[in-house]
């Protein structure tokens, strides 16, 4: 039976509390805004845990910069970011570090045959000139559009795999960039050549990258900040399991431990991921509802890992390493930018597996992957031996969206693009390669659409003034 709810009208029901619902309720926090959680936490793949003056990142970690939308709600909610001062472009191959801060020299450095080595710096020229063309794409234009950027993105390299791009590689060269190329949760064979060019742009991309920040005591600090803001206006444990459009409104029917309740509201505001949208959302358009079904997500498995104090090495100053030959694709010293604390209390270390392997891991025990994780680990970094005093194994199954060739992306567009509709989505997966800030961006642009349409159709707004500041 469904059971009545103190309140059971809102201007706004968001549902999912990861990036792109957080920052969409955040947005409406002036109106009567509900959010729905189904997980017991909000943030979604935001997520660390803190250990006193360290923290483990077990999901996202790089944050992006002044002027971004996660940056501006970082400063509503008086958080702070940290520089990563460290080394983003290591490569830890056949036993040694290789700590170059310019990928382009490991075609020099890395443990490989000439033809191996010509093979790398021909791989690396093309993905850098299609690192260069997502920059000019990406850049504003006369008379563009809200979305003719986006479209620009969308068409850039989307029709070829990343294989496709850079020809035949020979094995050794094809599992280092594979690897890197896990950092899309997926295999270069089955990414369009645009993940490729998002990804190295955001490598060769410095300043100009989406991402080259920490957040101060790890990135759960901004979903636990902005819970503790917009407390009463948040149900987790709730899982949605009906958005409908009424004649009136839109009817959201959700699962909690207390049992089942229906609420209703203007607008809702979707924020989660493709699957669950198709299996929630009643009365999708047929054309959204199957370029919805072509969205692809690939898998990540994590371990975060902390240590006592390591003694000084080559290491130091090491925030990214990429770990051909290992269980895993990447590692992470998440004590990068606090060194004082990693000398006195040791370091925090993220690893994690991407793509085929880590779909190989996602049905092992927990047991199983620390010890494939922690083996690997102590070969990657044998001063780790003895010294490891904790490990959290974290599954992904939906970690990060990736476009396959010739995805047709229109019908998102033409979504983001509309104004009359009472269901506004939103969610990484409206980019070629998600990533935080964008996830957040699409929940903020709904929620202004919501916004919009609730300054139309119903006069004066339904507003209470509510702790959190301005909107
Ligand atoms: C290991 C890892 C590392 C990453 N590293 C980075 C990085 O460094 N930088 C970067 O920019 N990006 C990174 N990403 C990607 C980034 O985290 C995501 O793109 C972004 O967080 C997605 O946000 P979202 O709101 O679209 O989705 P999600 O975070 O998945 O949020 C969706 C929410 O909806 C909830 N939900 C699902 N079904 C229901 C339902 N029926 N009812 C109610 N709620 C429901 C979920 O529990 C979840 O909280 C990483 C991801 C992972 C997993």
Known sequence: MVSVQAQTRYDVVVVGGGAAGLAAAWHLRDREVLL????????????SAPRGERWINLGCHLFPGPGSTLHGMLDDLGLHTL?????????AMDGKLHRSPRPETHALTLPLSLRDRLA?????????????????????????????????LDAYLADRSTIDLLGALPPRVR????????????ELADQSGGVAASLFASVWG??????????????????????AALSDRIRLSAEVTEIAETDDGVRVRYRAPDGAHEVHASQVVVALPAPAVRQVVHGLPERL?????????????????????????RWDGVYATTTPGSSFSMMFDHTNPIPEVARKVGSSFMVYAGGAPAAALLDESDETIAKRFTDDLLRVHPALRDRIT???????????????????????REHAERNDGRIQLAGDYFVELGNVEQAATTGLNAARRARAALDQNAGPPAATTRPGGRA
Do not use: H
């Open 36 to 47: 729905l959680e189904s997980a017991d936490r909000l943030g979604g793949r935001m997520y």
């Open 83 to 91: 520089e990563i001062p460290g080394v983003k472009t290591a490569v």
């Open 120 to 152: 790398l710096v021909f791989a690396g020229l093309k993905l850098m000139r299609a690192a260069r063309g997502y920059y000019r794409q990406a850049a504003p234009r006369p008379g563009d559009g809200p979305l003719s950027r986006r479209a620009r």
């Open 175 to 186: 599992d280092l960039l594979g690897t890197v190329g896990r950092r899309a949760a997926s």
């Open 206 to 227: 410095g300043s100009r990258s989406f991402a080259s920040l920490n957040v101060a005591g790890g990135t759960g600090e901004l979903p636990r900040a902005a819970g």
């Open 289 to 313: 509802d199957t370029c919805l079904g072509q969205v692809s997500y690939g898998p990540f498995v994590s371990m975060g890992v902390l240590t006592s104090p390591l003694p000084a090495s």
């Open 390 to 412: 904790e490990t959290v194994v974290q599954r992904w199954p939906i970690g990060n969206t990736y476009r396959r060739p010739g995805f047709d992306a229109s019908p998102l």
